[in-house]
């Protein structure tokens, strides 16, 4: 094995917010890594639950495996407060934060940092990811980036508009020199909405990103966690709302043309202006859908995918004929799934 003094450092930073249920899976994943010389910092977000005496359990597995472990209680702040308390003192040349109910592959650390090393004008890199549903621990689907074959690779606009990305946080890992150009000051703007563009954008604004075309990281999907606890359309219009006010406080804050920043911002008013439309038809809200599409209307050109959610938040029949057909087609996927 290398010796690990040689070895990059690598900061590990995982918020948990009541994670006894399924923490031992995560910790787990960080002792088995093949990668030797890890910073773990651990951040207690103010949970009232058995986390903090599972996570001290493993104090001793992670001195023998020479993990630097750094454990900090908060009162609860969400994520990307609690990102922060470990953001202000890592010390790694790279650093990842994945969510404390997901699972690193053996080989995720070792395999970002030797492509970071040999690839010395990316500031990040990612890797493909299965997603599991965590009641039964099977695999719903996969996520990747494909990167164009042709053209410029804008990983920051797609970003912005959530075309062809993931938010997986354990499927990437930044180069600390570039975030801390991107970042100076070492913080992020403390949403409840989540942490992941604000990690990412500013990154990807002046850096190249790179791709492992491997499988390093499992997302598992708990229906009580923040990201999938939206089930009413007052819920996903929250939701909707907190995304929305992270983007354009990122594209505030960060140093760019004022031209960009404008169109940047220009496109985040488009972008709510349809989803907020769009949700109001999945949830066959007629009068809020005319209000939204009315406003749609008036500022934007409207597509034919516009059209469709509104004659499918209009019609009753097409909506459930629309609910058939998905379902079919997602029955003829898994068919073709176990048929190989």
Same mark, same amino acid.
């Given at each position: ?7 990059p ?8 917010f009541?994670g006894a249920?399924f923490v031992?899976?995560?910790l ?5 890594q ?5 910073e ?9 639950d058995?986390?903090e005496r599972?996570?001290f ?5 992670f001195s023998? %495996?020479g993990?630097r472990?750094i454990y900090?209680f908060?009162?609860n702040?969400?994520p990307a407060?609690?990102l922060?308390q470990?953001?202000e003192?890592f010390t ?8 404390s109910?997901?699972?690193?592959h053996?080989?995720n650390?070792?395999k970002?940092?030797?492509?970071l090393?040999?690839n010395?004008?990316?500031?990040m890199?990612?890797c493909?990811?299965?997603?599991f549903n965590? %009641?039964?621990?099977k695999q719903?689907?996969?996520l990747q980036r ?5 053209g410029?690779d804008?990983?920051?606009h797609?970003l912005?508009?959530e075309?062809n990305v ?14 801390l150009?991107?970042?100076?000051e070492k ?9 992941n563009?604000?990690?990412?954008l500013?990154?990807a604004y002046?850096f190249?990103?790179g791709?492992?075309d491997?499988f390093?990281y499992d997302?598992?999907?708990r ?9 009413s359309?007052?819920?996903h219009?929250?939701?909707?709302e907190?995304h ?5 406080t990122v594209i505030?804050?960060m140093?760019m043309d004022?031209?960009?920043?404008n169109?940047?911002?220009a496109?985040?008013d488009?972008?709510?202006?349809r989803?907020?439309f769009?949700l109001a038809?999945?949830f066959?809200d007629?009068q809020?859908m005319q ?8 500022h934007y ?6 059209r ?6 209009s019609c009753?029949l097409?909506f459930y004929?629309d ?6 087609l997602r029955?003829?996927l ?7």
């Open positions: 094995m290398t010796d690990p003094n040689k070895e450092l690598v900061s590990i930073i995982t918020p948990c009541n249920s031992r899976r995560f787990d994943s960080v002792l088995d093949t990668y030797s010389n890890i773990f910092i651990f951040v207690n977000d103010g949970s009232t058995d986390t599972i996570v359990s493993y104090q001793e597995k023998s %495996k993990i472990f900090i908060q009162e702040k969400g407060g609690a922060n470990g953001l003192i790694g040349e790279y650093l990842t934060w994945p969510d109910d997901d699972v690193l053996p080989d650390i070792s970002k940092v030797s492509f090393e040999k010395k004008d990316c500031g890199v990612l493909k990811v299965r997603v965590e %009641k039964n621990m719903i689907r996969s494909i990167p164009p074959i042709d410029p804008d990983l920051f797609d912005i508009e075309k993931y938010f997986a946080p354990g499927g990437y890992m930044i180069r600390t020199s570039a975030f150009l991107a970042n100076p913080t992020i703007y403390a949403s409840r909405g989540g942490q563009w604000q990690m990412l500013p990154i002046r190249t990103c791709y492992i491997e390093l997302y598992m999907i229906e009580e966690s923040h990201s999938h606890s939206a089930k359309l007052e819920d219009l929250k939701r909707a907190e929305e006010d992270i983007l354009k505030s804050s140093d004022e031209k960009e920043r169109n940047c911002i496109i985040i488009r972008k709510y202006a989803k907020r769009w038809a999945n066959r007629h809020r209000m939204y599409y009315d406003i749609l209307r008036e050109p409207v597509t034919g995918r516009d469709y959610h509104y004659l499918k938040g009753a097409f004929a609910m058939m057909l998905r379902t079919l029955s003829l898994k068919i073709k799934k176990a048929l190989g």
